[in-house]
């Protein structure tokens, strides 16, 4: 695991120079790589291409370093993550008579590239960002794997070609901080998160999931091309008792293919059925104890951590407990949030961060479950996505907008507990007649309409996600597949990865998910629906394959998901703060919002009028970023 850069002096510079330039991008992502780093740089008559990486040793700990050649010193990598299915790989290189100088999964990518070309990106089953400079050909790769667990960003200027895995070794290399992009400060007020291929930043990019660049050095041009092509969804004819015997092998598989590690290696164990899967499979793995991590909160509503006690005894694992309260984050807060390097605002960052700082005081690798609830149908929002089909076929939309209105009037949250009225509010608030229902549901900080509020006629955009619709194939949103597949390119790659993928290597902790394996994702979007969601029982499939294998009632037992209690820290410890970002003078200045719209809503929440919790602290999170970025404050 580790973080790579990339420099492209688009006219012939000095080597060193750019040496120079790639060590101070090396510096700024040390944090995902402290054991060691490596540089390479050349120049020729029209260019200089240079790249770099930090390394966290996962595997192969003695021969691995970066960056790797090929034996004739005309093909270059650098390597960000880990290919689970390496050795498998390998073996059949080999068998083609392919030799090989080190243990490493970076090598693999190498050779297989050098091979068979760019075709051999396809094989790869793993979570990665690389870059391959091939001087045979004058050409340059740069690839991001299927789910987009690793983070990729890229930008053009006039004189260089620039790529990282974190934004900040970008904005380091740039002469002036970029101007925000409306397009990704829109996303980002709507989504809490900014999804590919957008960032706050004009004219800085991520390089979409599944997804590989092709630089030629001759033109300095560029083309993105895909991956692995991927199929429209289409139902096959299997019984349940076979798609179930199928899915308990295939996460069985998963989950083994994910512990390779030559280091130590434990689980996150929240006690919801993800997290609690993996980690009963990774301890059927291994006649070895394993080491399990849970994190709880001192304030009870949100503590849950005697879930994850029943499956720690029940597998006889090491189970490390931390309880948590707000003092835990006053310390740390800053570093958190500026560390993404844009606006975040998912409430479970703050936690992760923290499980993740506790997880490697004892291990450097963790298995999670994440992605299981797109995987396999497990999100609440599903529910509403259907229940807003049957609402609106028998309600009339008139009679809802009256409803609505009294909803909005008489179920009103005063503080953050999120309970019935709030789940009732959000319901009411995301229906649509419109056919476009799913991009409310998901949109966590603001619907459209909210948005329009909040923000100028200067900076507000209408249609945000018609580039998603066209990628997805699908104007309209109805299907559970088809919020599955929303969700995958956008709420996974750009809200849930990128959590984790920060706040972990934040603190050199490398997590790996399971449930995010091509091969399991192909294979929920050939089974029927009912399947994944029979009636109102999530992840139904995912919970019969295991259900024998947990205490009765253990699987269908409530969770209220891993976030924190923002609302309560916005009105207690942050509040100072939280109220020089509506200073006046500062708003006016900005130009984004309506001062006085945000302003009162930022009121009410403090004055427990009403909860907007979410709402609010996007728009924290926002001036957080803003203030560190553009007035050099902390």
Known sequence: MCGINGFIAKTSREAPKVKDILN????LIIHRGPDEDGVFAEQSIDYTVG????????????????PIFSDDNQIVIVFNGEIYNYKILKSRLEAE????????????????????????????????????????????????????????????TDNAFIWASELKSIIKTLDVTPNISKKGLNLYFRLTYIPAPHTIYENIYKLEANHYIAYDLNTHQTEIHKINNESQPKTIDISFDDAKAKTKELVYNSVESRSIADVGLGTFLSGGVDSSIVS?????????????????????????????????????????????????LKNNIHEILVNFDEPFSDTAALPTHLLSEKTREHVTVALTGDGGDEVFGGYNKYYIGKMNKKYTSVVPKALHKTI?????????????????????????NAINYNGDFYWDIISLANTNNQLKEIMTENYYQNDLF???????????????????LVDKILSLEGGMLAKVDR??????????????????????????????????????ILKEAFRDQFPDEFLEKGKSGFGSPTGDWLRQSLKKELESYIEPEMLKDQGIFNVDVITKLVKDHLDSKKDSTFRVWSFYCFQKWYKFNFLNQK
């Open 280 to 328: 009963l499979c990774l301890s059927q793995a291994t006649d070895k104890k394993i080491n399990t991590f849970s994190i709880g909160f001192k304030k009870a509503s949100y503590d849950e951590t005697d879930k994850s006690r029943v499956v720690a005894d029940m597998i006889g694992s090491n189970h490390h407990e931390f309880i948590i309260d707000e003092n835990d």
């Open 51 to 66: 790249m770099a990486m930090r390394r966290l040793s996962i595997i192969d700990l003695s021969s691995g370093k970066q």
């Open 97 to 156: 008579g392919v030799n090989f100088k080190t243990s490493s999964d970076t090598e693999v990518i190498l050779k297989a590239y050098e091979k068979h070309g760019v075709e051999s990106f396809q094989w790869l089953d793993g979570m990665y960002g690389f870059s391959i400079y091939d001087k045979r050909i004058n050409k340059l790769f740069i690839a991001r794997d299927f789910f987009g667990e690793k983070p990729l960003y890229y930008t053009h």
């Open 24 to 27: 101070t991008m090396n510096d």
């Open 503 to 540: 706040t972990s290597m934040m603190t050199s902790l490398e997590c790996r998910a399971p449930f995010l394996n091509r091969e399991i994702w192909e294979f929920t979007n050939t089974l029927s629906e009912s399947y994944l969601m029979k009636g109102w029982n999530k992840k139904y």
């Open 466 to 484: 018609q580039e998603y619709k066209d990628t997805i194939g699908k104007q309209k949103i109805e299907t559970l597949t088809d919020f599955r």
């Open 404 to 428: 609505n209105k009294l909803s909005n009037k008489y179920l009103i949250n005063k503080d953050d507990t999120r309970g019935k009225k709030f789940q009732i509010n959000k319901l009411l």
